[in-house]
């Protein structure tokens, strides 16, 4: 595996007016080259800042950002210029050109590279092609929808052959259905022109359905990264668990009640196993919550359970559990 992004204790402080904010704080990550990189947190968080970090749109305070091996905060300007054609970036708001048709928007990065005429208009309709919009070449963006927009972006973020494809919120002025179809023809790049992508998202949907890796950032930190499977049916972090698991307004129906919380994977899910507590054991417990979803076809939950009062039934049950292979823990309440 090639790694395309090596980050080392990246930290970024805002400056202004002689106030200081610490945007980005102490963050280390690796993104390996074909792969489909999620990085997703709260509003505010830093996500924005993180990426801009990736093409030096932001100079980092502290610590490196490599591309390739290579520390972008050393390049010379020419080198960035360079390392920058390597680098697209799509965005919510599309950033396209108004006064020009769609072929002549994705002729742009070809045209700054000084590509000539007929190989530019050759290359941006084989763009339009990959993004099904090949017929829409000699309109004006104004008359696309949003969703067509953004395929507009993609082709020509990709005209300039990029190694890595940024993705700044790209869906997240789309309506779910489009989004889904945005990131299926994403998903079709990254596997077609083995293409590395990272998309920023506050939504969880986006990266179950296409990421492999995901990194939650919260308040500036890194508070978790790895397989979009192992974080998400086993979230650690506070900030994770908040957002694999939203709002679980769960209390015990008595007071001094015992919670557990139980998660299973995809061969689990779908298995009984309350009624087979039920039925073995003759223990009951009360579910307090319970959330599952579907990553990559596989699915992956959570359950928030009330134990029976007897100390001994409560073990009863936690043994059964684990022997069914599934991880327990104890839920604090006031978690
Ligand atoms: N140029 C700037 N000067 C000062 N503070 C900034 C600047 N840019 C961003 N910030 C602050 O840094 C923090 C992180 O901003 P950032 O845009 O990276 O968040 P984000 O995670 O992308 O949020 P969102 O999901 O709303 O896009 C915010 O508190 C923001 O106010
Ligand atoms: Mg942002």
């Not at 001994?312 to 022997?323: L, M, P, S, Y």
Request: charged letters at 25%; one cysteine or more.
């Amino acid at each position: 595996m090639t790694k395309i992004y090596e980050l080392k204790n990246v930290s970024k402080t805002y400056r202004n007016d002689g106030k200081e904010f610490e945007a980005l704080k102490n963050i280390s990550l690796d993104v390996e080259e074909g792969e489909i990189f999620g990085i997703i947190g709260m509003s505010g968080a830093g996500k924005s800042t993180l990426v801009r970090t990736l093409n030096r749109l932001e100079d980092v305070t502290s610590g490196t950002v490599k591309f390739y091996d290579k520390d972008l905060a050393e390049l010379s300007p020419g080198e960035l210029r360079l390392v920058r054609h390597s680098i697209s970036m799509i965005f919510q708001s599309f950033n396209l050109l108004n006064q020009r048709t769609v072929l002549s928007n994705v002729e742009q990065p070809l045209r700054i590279a000084g590509v000539p005429g007929r190989k530019r208009r050759e290359t941006a309709m084989e763009m339009l092609k990959i993004v099904g919009l090949e017929e829409k070449w000699n309109v004006f963006p104004a008359r696309l929808s949003g969703g067509q927009k953004q395929r507009v972006a993609i082709a020509r973020a990709l005209a300039a052959n990029p190694n890595v494809l940024l993705c700044d919120e790209a869906t997240s002025a789309l309506d779910p259905k489009i989004t889904g179809e945005i990131l299926e023809l994403l998903k079709k790049i990254n596997v077609e022109r083995n293409l590395t992508i990272i998309i920023i998202t506050h939504e969880m949907s986006v990266v179950e359905k296409i990421c492999d890796k995901v990194a939650i950032i919260d308040n500036g930190e890194l508070a978790e990264v790895g397989g979009v499977k192992e974080v998400f049916s086993n979230p650690k972090s506070a900030a994770a668990k908040k957002l694999v698991f939203p709002s679980n307004p769960f209390a015990p129906s008595s007071e001094g009640g015992k919670l557990i919380r139980i998660v299973f994977d995809g061969t689990k899910s779908s298995e009984p196993f309350i009624a087979n507590l039920v039925e073995k054991t003759g223990k009951k417990v009360n579910i307090l919550s319970a959330n599952t979803r579907s990553v990559g076809g596989i699915g992956y939950g959570q359950m928030i359970l009330e134990l029976p009062n007897d100390i001994r039934d409560q073990e009863i049950v936690i043994d059964f559990f684990e022997a069914s292979g599934l991880s327990v823990s104890e839920v604090d309440i006031n978690e």
